[in-house]
């Protein structure tokens, strides 16, 4: 213990601290432990500091306290009163942060993650303690609001950024006293990037090594003197698609990137790497800065200024995810190599309106308002006349311009030819990019009263 504190540079409380046995420790071999340290107390709380401190057989078991947590948060008498707006500012800032502290160290496992989302789904569609059919898919809301989505975090994959920022750590600070511990015990041979699950490693080692996995995603190698970045297999090129090399290395013996260099004037060799590779990959190679002299760095390929951030590897993990998703449909590669910037839902959601109008349109947008052909078409025994005139059936349409105990409230605000444009559109995306073209006081004037 004086060891411990003449390297750590901590001092310990002795009136605070007792020791922890694990399950399987005798009787006799606790109380010799205790008589040597001099330590009376034993560590008998499930949590400390807010985190476990056994992690059992059973993940699910051990983190079920931060489902408890949420679920009494989001289901108090005065959450169930919220407005929209409200649920998702309360699902933003106190749903999804209660488990943060406990995901920064351990892998919450997915399952847990899929019953926390499907929890907080409950609670978004919810309607005064009533539940109510979920329109759209949790994968949908996870998405950003620019896509089409809310926002809301994909709590599996936020948990894997998280742990990703730790490995980050080990990677960037191999000195700190955690690092040599860690290094010493799991990766003595080999950088934290090369790390392998062993035989009885803690379960924060296990988690760690589920955040290196989305950590390797991300990294590139910033060029120094090139002697600790191998062609071939680090990644050190600066693109999406793919950080190594495309041309394939066949019976090439060179392994170092410095052999790539001209020792004379510590640039490039241009003539052997365009004698090396393929064009595409030699063009981008010739690209890259080479600090000749210095050590070679590893950066995060999603930050300019190369620092990792939870944020940027958040959204590595659900590039990826929608990718996976992308392939399984059968999508084509120029579709799921890049998604395509589309300025609409950017547009709807920076509308000068209430956010409740803008959240009102957002479920128009998708088609997912409870109208009695959409209720019709989700298994639901109704009859889908319009509940007002009783002729026509109740879709978009003919609830927002046909129905004619509707059609007088537009001539009545003199917006009868707008109505009459927005009634020959084909769908509810056309009509809300014919409402984002009109002038700000009409488009003001129709958005309240589609609402």
């Given at each position: 213990m004086n060891l411990y504190e003449q390297v750590s540079g901590q001092t310990i409380n002795k009136g605070k601290y007792a020791v922890l046995f694990s399950r399987n420790t005798s009787d006799e071999d606790r109380l010799a432990v205790k008589e040597t340290l001099q330590i009376p107390n034993e560590a008998v709380n499930d949590r400390y500091l807010g985190l476990p401190v056994h992690v059992g057989a059973s993940r699910s078991g051990t983190f079920s306290y931060l489902k408890d947590r949420i679920w009494q948060r989001i289901m108090g008498w005065k959450e169930k009163m919220l407005s929209k707006a409200g649920k998702k500012i309360m699902i933003k800032a106190v749903a999804q942060a209660i488990p943060t502290f406990a995901m920064g160290c351990f892998d919450l496992t997915k399952g847990l993650c899929d019953k926390i989302s499907s929890m907080i789904a409950k609670f978004w569609w919810s309607q005064q303690d009533k539940d109510k059919m979920h329109w759209l898919s949790w994968d949908k809301l996870t998405q950003a609001k620019e896509d089409g989505g809310l926002g809301f975090r994909d709590i599996h994959g936020f948990n894997m950024a998280m742990l990703a920022k730790q490995a980050w750590r080990l990677l960037t600070n191999p000195d700190s006293l955690c690092a040599r511990v860690l290094a010493a015990k799991y990766f003595p041979e080999g950088g934290?990037?090369?790390?392998?699950?062993?035989?009885?490693?803690?379960?924060?080692?296990?988690?760690?090594?589920?955040?290196?996995?989305?950590?390797?995603?991300?990294?590139?190698?910033?060029?120094?003197?090139?002697?600790?970045?191998?062609?071939?297999?680090?990644?050190?090129?600066?693109?999406?698609?793919?950080?190594?090399?495309f041309t394939p290395r066949g019976h090439n013996l060179l392994t170092q990137v410095d052999e790539l260099i001209n020792p004379i004037n510590g640039s490039w060799d241009e003539e052997l790497i365009r004698e090396m590779f393929w064009e595409e990959d030699a063009e981008c190679i010739l690209s890259i800065p080479v600090h000749a002299g210095m050590d070679d760095l590893v950066a995060w390929h999603y930050n300019t200024c190369g620092e990792f951030t939870d944020r940027s590897a958040y959204k590595v993990f659900m590039e990826g995810k929608r990718r996976r998703v992308e392939s399984r449909r059968g999508g084509s590669s120029s579709t799921t190599a890049a998604r395509i910037e589309d300025?609409?839902?950017?547009?709807?959601?920076?509308?000068?309106?209430?956010?409740?109008?803008?959240?009102?349109?957002?479920?128009?947008?998708?088609?997912?308002?409870?109208?009695?052909?959409?209720?019709?078409?989700?298994?639901?025994?109704?009859?889908?006349?319009?509940?007002?005139?009783g002729r026509?059936?109740?879709?978009?349409?003919?609830?927002?311009?046909?129905?004619?105990?509707?059609?007088?409230?537009?001539?009545?605000?003199?917006?009868?030819?707008?109505?009459?444009?927005l009634a020959e559109l084909l769908s509810a995306r056309e009509v809300l990019e014919a409402i984002l073209r009109l002038k700000p006081d009409i488009q003001s004037w129709v958005i309240t009263l589609l609402y």
């Open positions: 934290v990037l090369k790390a392998k699950p062993k035989s009885n490693m803690s379960y924060t080692w296990r988690s760690i090594l589920s955040g290196v996995e989305l950590l390797k995603k991300g990294i590139i190698w910033r060029v120094g003197d090139g002697m600790n970045i191998r062609i071939w297999e680090d990644e050190r090129i600066p693109r999406d698609q793919s950080r190594r090399p300025p609409f839902w950017k547009r709807v959601w920076n509308l000068k309106c209430p956010k409740k109008m803008i959240h009102q349109l957002w479920r128009m947008g998708h088609d997912s308002l409870a109208l009695r052909v959409n209720l019709r078409r989700r298994g639901m025994r109704i009859v889908m006349s319009c509940v007002t005139c026509y059936d109740e879709d978009g349409a003919h609830l927002f311009f046909k129905c004619k105990s509707v059609r007088h409230i537009w001539a009545e605000l003199q917006l009868e030819g707008v109505r009459q444009e």
